[in-house]
């Protein structure tokens, strides 16, 4: 068996599965996992949290059976869709075998979805990997530049290695400070990170503001964009960055299989961007990150636009309904594009979180230093009510 196993670098077999002698066949290696892809431990601060202990619900605990209602980790309460469902369940039989040509697949599946080479196209095990990648591969030597509160993965990241973060404050809109972000990269900056829309505000960035500033910024440093929030975005303002990606800036675009694909817990993400950032993202990814199951329900989903549809159509009702309560009941809200919205609660969002919890209900975690507000993941029209129901009768409760 030891005789069939041919080793190659990760970069060796992206140079393959971009050619065009890449086909979906069964490729004749397994990949060498890349060396020294996790170096750099500085043991003085923690590394990405582990879900030990997190605000995310175990899935022991999850809405069947115990009746959680889960708007705490932006999930898509519909998924996954019923096109990835069958071809999890046809591809069961396939699991005993490394996903190799299933990856190449998906490499051409994507890179034809967003008009680019192969060798533009890394995929992972969710898009949480890519940032991590990013972060290892493109942060060091210089300074991380992003916004604060903002998803806190490339923060995290980060400890692991001599990178010194600078978190600029959003503005008062909830939406990043281009003009001061582009301030904080003229010195050093090697990694730029924007999230947009973005975690936990759900606010946009205008599109042609930032493409203005990626444009500037990619000068001087690797600007990634996460573009997880995507699909349901619905403001004609929105510009996505993978036009830059095209155009061969060193621009890292990421996107999620886990939000509107609803495939958070099978993980499956991509990075695109020009082929030698991706090489140098690809020395440190895990070999076969994006699973034999993630990629056939992936290729699916790319295939289901009625689930999609259907799932952006109910996000948007949701959206708005919330929002309508919320500034109903006089709380100011961020003009969300996500599934998730954030209010202004005025005091502090543990006590809520605590007491909801009681109430089998969990919601956002806090978001220094915007902890008096409240994130709440979108769910179902009865997930929704409940927690309607359960917030009034705690601010009755809070004001007795
Ligand atoms: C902005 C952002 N990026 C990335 C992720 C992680 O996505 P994935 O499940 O693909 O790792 C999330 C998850 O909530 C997110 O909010």
Redesign the pocket.
């Known amino acids: 068996m030891r005789k069939e196993i041919t080793r190659l670098g990760r970069r060796q077999f992206l140079r393959w599965a971009s050619s065009a002698g890449a086909v979906a066949g069964a490729a004749p290696f397994i990949l060498a996992h890349p060396p020294g892809s996790l170096t750099g431990h500085s043991g003085t601060e923690p590394a990405r949290q582990s879900n030990h202990g997190s605000e995310v619900v175990p899935a022991t605990a999850g809405d069947t059976g115990s009746g959680v209602i889960r708007l705490n980790?932006?999930e898509n309460p519909y998924g996954p869709s019923p096109a990835a469902r069958r071809a999890i369940e046809q591809a069961i039989t396939e699991s005993n075998r490394y996903p190799i040509a299933e990856e190449v697949e998906l490499i051409g599946v994507l890179a034809k979805k967003h008009d680019l080479s192969r060798d533009q196209v890394l995929p992972g095990c969710?898009?949480?990997e890519l940032?991590r990648v990013a972060v290892a591969a493109l942060a060091s030597p210089g300074r991380l530049i992003l916004a604060e509160p903002t998803?806190e993965?490339p923060i995290w990241y980060s400890r692991a290695f001599d990178i010194k973060a600078v978190k600029v404050p959003l503005d008062d809109q909830g939406a990043h400070d281009l003009p001061a972000m582009e301030r904080a990269a003229e010195k050093d900056a090697s990694l730029v990170y924007v999230?947009n829309p973005n975690?936990p505000t759900g606010v946009l960035a205008d599109g042609k503001k930032l493409e203005a500033f990626v444009r500037r910024a990619s000068k001087r440093a690797t600007v990634l964009v996460?573009e997880?929030y995507h699909d349901y975005i619905t403001d004609p303002r929105y510009a996505s960055m993978v036009p830059l990606v095209a155009e061969g800036l060193p621009v890292v675009v990421t996107r999620?299989f886990?939000k509107i694909y609803g495939m958070?817990g099978l993980?499956l993400?991509y990075a695109l961007s020009d082929k030698k950032t991706i090489e140098r993202m690809a020395e440190h990814i895990t070999f076969s990150g994006a699973n034999m199951l993630a990629i056939h329900a992936g290729l699916a989903s790319l295939g289901d636009r009625a689930f999609v549809k259907h799932c952006r159509k109910e996000n948007g009702r949701a959206r708005e309904d919330l929002q309508h309560a919320l500034t109903e009941r006089g709380y100011p809200v961020f003009q969300s594009q996500t599934n998730f919205v954030m209010f202004k609660l005025g005091s502090d969002v543990r006590e809520l979180i605590a007491d909801l919890k009681e109430e089998g209900i969990r919601i956002g975690r806090p978001f220094p230093p915007l902890t008096d507000h409240c994130r709440i993941s979108l769910g179902t029209p009865e997930q929704m009510e409940r927690f309607v129901e359960a917030f009034d009768r705690w601010r009755r409760a809070a004001a007795a």
Request: hydrophobic share 25%.
């Open positions: 980790a932006n969710g898009s949480t940032l998803y993965d999230c975690n996460d997880a999620t886990s958070a993980r993400g």
